[in-house]
């Protein structure tokens, strides 16, 4: 059995070591922020057919060569809740990766179908941060996240509500206009 007392467990105490951050407080978001996630990902064929196993999504237009022959698309489409499922895990590590609860997703879009071999590019910006009225440890923050594909079209976009904690509770943190409340 591994010694777990030998490892660092703690979050802080890791990226004090100089680890990569995961995730940031509320007062390390600026509105108008944009972060371009890392790193993108090819959507494999494997990946569309599992994930439709894997949530009972057996529509033929995901599955069968050829019935997508014959659509309109003629080929397969990778499911849709697959490509917002990938765009929000590529965001987590720059968004939501210290928040204690995603509380709203909004105006989920698919302007044009992913297909498998493509590759998926993703960036969020911040729209709005707010401190909580209530509890002085934490707030939220509205972001917008955008998917591309290797060609650059938008395949997906959506808007979400974080709430995510503070580093240091209280301080004053900048709203949506820049001025403190």
Wanted: a negative charge; charged letters at 25%.
């Amino acid at each position: 059995m591994p010694d777990t007392e030998a490892v660092e467990t703690d979050q802080a105490a890791r990226e004090a070591s100089g680890a990569h951050p995961y995730g940031r407080y509320l007062e390390e978001f600026e509105v108008g922020a944009v972060y371009k996630h890392w790193p993108a990902k090819t959507v494999t064929e494997a990946d569309d057919h599992l994930f439709c196993l894997i949530t009972m999504n057996h529509h033929p237009l995901h599955l069968n060569d050829v019935y997508a022959a014959q659509s309109q698309q003629r080929r397969n489409v990778v499911v849709g809740p697959l490509v917002y499922s990938l765009a929000l895990g590529m965001s987590v590590s720059d968004i939501s990766g210290k928040a204690i609860a995603n509380l709203a997703t909004e105006e989920l879009k698919h302007p044009a179908p992913v297909f498998h071999g493509d590759t998926l590019f993703c960036e969020t910006e911040v729209l709005d941060v707010r401190p909580s009225q209530s509890k002085p440890d934490r707030g939220t923050v509205r972001v917008h996240t955008r998917v591309l594909n290797q060609d650059g079209l938008l395949v997906a976009e959506f808007k979400r509500l974080v709430l995510v904690p503070r580093k240091t509770p209280g301080e004053e943190t900048p709203g949506a206009d820049g001025n403190v409340e």
